[in-house]
């Protein structure tokens, strides 16, 4: 029999890497909360690499620890080994990656959730969603107890009608043996929700001690390892190493052979997969001329011996699986613990969104993560985190968190998912940003702390610890635009011997700091001056003054493109009574329905001629509207 078992503000389905920062974010904001999971064992699970991070990853879990969120705290706690990619290149790109211990990960994160004032965790399969008589969201378990919320947040990842695929074997399942959401997707589509089918897939997860490490590569962290996040005191520690090998013409051939076996190739699955995250044998088919792939072998976590085998998933039958991994260097004798496969699931696009993560048709219903059609924990833990603060703020009557593109990674993520939606499962990338040299990773809590913090997630001594670090990196900014090195052997001698041209008159310290060649490091012996600063607050204003002139001319960009922003587009607008649109950008809009102009010339189909007209009718309602107010005046 059914019965009203909760009533809550905030009702989140999932806590995977969305809900997790969903709920927090909403209880965090004094609402009442739920986060509904179908295995309470599986809390922030990581049914792929137990890694956080990674190129502009790593970015979005810095930019979700400047708002308030949990992901980089957790990552810090639970890390194994951490390196910063990209090193050798410019520092837009840098981005932190760590391996981290996947069992202790999930139990930080249902701890946290445990301990949440206002958060309650449920185990329970929600099976049922619909519209109350009170306007409500009506939520029906499994086990046929209801729940009402005033806002949902649909973060059911890769669960939703997930079907999995290891050759010509399939059956419906969730991740790592999980069951799988059955039911919803029936729900979702009575709503009238249009939901569609993508596929992802995972490695096989190796025995240690079968693999023979002799001769292969091995790969470190870095010493000493930089935290995510801005409260952890005390850096991680490297306490494991990873390995590379390499395919070889061996796998090649039997991939090769046996391609008709995969259940991508021969059609069975219908759901469209990662481009950027491709299967072995995707990678060996589409890209034929390379003789080698590189994979890396990484631990799982400390009370296990499951290594994880990076590059290397597939969706081939296991005989198939076993015969190619055993031709790989290091892997000939290993033991395959869990094999590798596919796994189709439902997902909404996104394109029904607003900027919110809120359904347009559906008040009070928001998607976050996988759900959203992307693909990865990071993009998942933004999204959730982003959906989380809004369903609450929406709850207390408070504006709404929009974070805009030349803000973060995450309003760039959020802006091409509901502007753009995507056809395969969206995965952040460095290239997506147009601002890359403002979004970078040392200065997430410069771009967003201040957002967090109005938004009420950042507490008193978060934001204490950031006003004093902003207002060191202020008084060094002053200092090295004051200080006046004089010349010297000494000096001449180094900047001799880093290739760059000698002084014979005083020099600014940051005119020194501006040369490629040169680096507070290289400096320190001369600039006698320079107070005791951490190294963060050294890099950032580093980076500033290095590359002042692109980031101010990107600075410029921004100013003009948040004037666009700033044209907002009425939310009930008929485009099609707009004369001189062209008819793909009326349909394109239609369906889009962006809040203002920046967003309506980012969406595919609408010219920049389209552009024009959006203005001049603008111009000429506001021209009529003052003109009605000034005839009711008089
Ligand atoms: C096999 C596999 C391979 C992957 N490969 C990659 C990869 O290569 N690269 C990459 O970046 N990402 C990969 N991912 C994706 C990554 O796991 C997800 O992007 C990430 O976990 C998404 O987080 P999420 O919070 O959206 O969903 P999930 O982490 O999947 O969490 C979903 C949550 O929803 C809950 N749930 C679902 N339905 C219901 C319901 N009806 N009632 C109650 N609770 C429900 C579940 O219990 C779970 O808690 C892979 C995932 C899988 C499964």
Redesign the pocket.
Known sequence: MKFIAGEYDVAV????????EAGLAAARLGCKTAV????MD????????PSIGGTA?GHLVREIDALGGEMGKAADQCCLQARMLNRGKGPAVHSLRAQIDRRAYSTYMKHTLELQDNLHLRQ????GLEKSDDGRWLMT?RLEAQYLAKKVIL??????G?KIYVGDVSYES???G?F??K??PDALEKLGMHIRRFK???PARVLRSSIDFDGLEEQCGDEPVVPFSYDTIVPPENKVKCYVSWTNEKTRQIILDNIHRSPMYSGRIEGVG?RY?PSLEDKIVRFADKPRHQLFIEPCGMDTEEMYLQGM?SSLPEDVQLAFYHSIKGLEHCIVMRPA???E?FCADPIQMNRTLEFRDFEGLYG?????G????????A??LVAGVNAALSVLGKEPMILDRASSYIGTLIDDLVTKGCSD?Y?MMTSRSEYRLILRQDNADTRLTPIGRAAGLVNDDRWRSFTEKQAAIEQERQRVQKTVITPSDRLNEILRACNTSEVHTGIRLVDLLKRPELNYEILAEIDTQRPDLAPNILEQVEIEIKYEGYISRQLIIIQQVRRLEKKLLPSDIDYNAIDGLRLEAREKLNKVRPDNIGQASRISGVSPADISVLVIYLASVRGKKEQKDDNGNT
Do not use: W
């Not at 329970?124 to 099976?127: G, L, P, R, Y």
């Not at 976050?368 to 959203?372: E, I, K, R, S, Y």
């Open positions: 389905i999932g806590a995977g890497h969305a809900g997790i509904f999971t179908i295995n599986a809390v922030g699970n990581c049914p792929c690499n990853k329970a399969e929600i099976t378990t973060a059911t990842g890769t669960y939703l997930g969730g991740p790592d999980m799988p959401s039911y919803l992802t897939g995972t990662p995250c998933s496969y596919a796994i699931y976050a993560g996988q759900f959203n992307s693909s990865g924990y990071e993009e998942a833990a999204q959730g499962p995965r």
